[in-house]
Structures are given as structure tokens and as C-alpha cells.
């Protein structure tokens, strides 16, 4: 399980992650360490859980808008694990969730297109100036 779920670095563990040493822990009580360990790696995986609400809270706050998307099947497979793992409440849900976090996950490249987004609204603005002064 240890695998499936990775190792934190600090008190703020992003949201699918255990905090640091939880692995660890994990993997003592796989292999029958004390009831101690047991309680750790439980209390490691309620934060683990009430970390993954808040980012699901934040995810579908504010959802005023409605996008109709296509998706393949293997996309509606995973939608539908959030559904049934009771995680989310809809296919909505699932799509706003992911949708989020996806952005999140990669805010560099977002910042980066945004950029070039602006620096070609200026190269319009400034042919459109050129045009202008050439009536």
C-alpha cells in the first residue's frame, strides 16, 4: 500500500500524501509491529484524508459554470472511482476535482502560456497601431 501512496515531506502533505515517516510506519505494521504503529499509521491517514477534503472543498467552491466535455472511457473509469470511493458526489464533482488539481499540478506551464497569451496581445495591438498610421 505504501507503493500506492507517497511519502510527505513536512506537516503540510499535499492531498493524497502521508506525512513524513508514515511509509515507514506503514510498512512496520505490515510486517506486525506494535499497536503503536497501527495508531500512527491510522492517525497519518485521517490527516492524509482531511488534507484531500480541504483540496476537494477548495476544488468545488465557487462553481458557477457549466462545461459540456467528451470524455474516453478510461476518463469516465476514473471519474467514476471518485464516485464510488464516496470521495465525490457526482461525475461533476470528479470532473471539477481533477480539473483543479490538473491546473495546480501545473501552474508553471499555465503561468508560461499566460505570458505568451499577453505578449501576442500586444504584437496585435501594435500591428493594429501600425494600420492605423498607415491610412
Known amino acids: ?3 500506492e501512496i507517497k511519502q510527505g515531506s513536512g506537516s503540510g502533505a499535499e492531498p493524497g500524501t ?3 515517516g ?3 510506519e506503514a510498512e512496520e ?10 495508531a500512527s499509521f491510522m ?4 490527516k492524509s484524508m482531511e488534507s484531500l477534503s480541504k483540496t476537494l ?4 467552491e465557487d ?5 459540456m466535455v467528451r470524455i474516453n472511457d478510461d476518463a469516465l473509469r476514473h471519474l467514476d472511482m471518485l464516485v464510488e470511493a464516496e470521495v465525490t458526489k457526482s ?3 470528479s470532473a471539477a476535482f481533477l480539473i483543479s488539481e490538473g491546473i495546480r499540478a501545473n501552474e508553471a506551464f499555465f503561468a508560461r502560456i499566460e505570458e505568451i497569451t499577453r505578449q501576442i496581445a500586444e504584437l496585435r495591438e501594435q500591428l493594429r497601431q501600425t494600420m492605423v498610421t498607415n491610412e
Open 91 to 93: 461525475r461533476s464533482e
Open 22 to 24: 508514515a511509509a515507514s
Open 43 to 46: 492517525s497519518a491517514l485521517e
Open 63 to 67: 462553481r458557477a459554470n457549466v462545461v
Open 29 to 38: 505494521s505490515k510486517k506486525g509491529g506494535s499497536r503503536s504503529s497501527s
Open 18 to 20: 502521508l506525512p513524513e
Open 57 to 60: 472543498a477548495t476544488a468545488l
Open 1 to 3: 500500500m505504501e507503493e
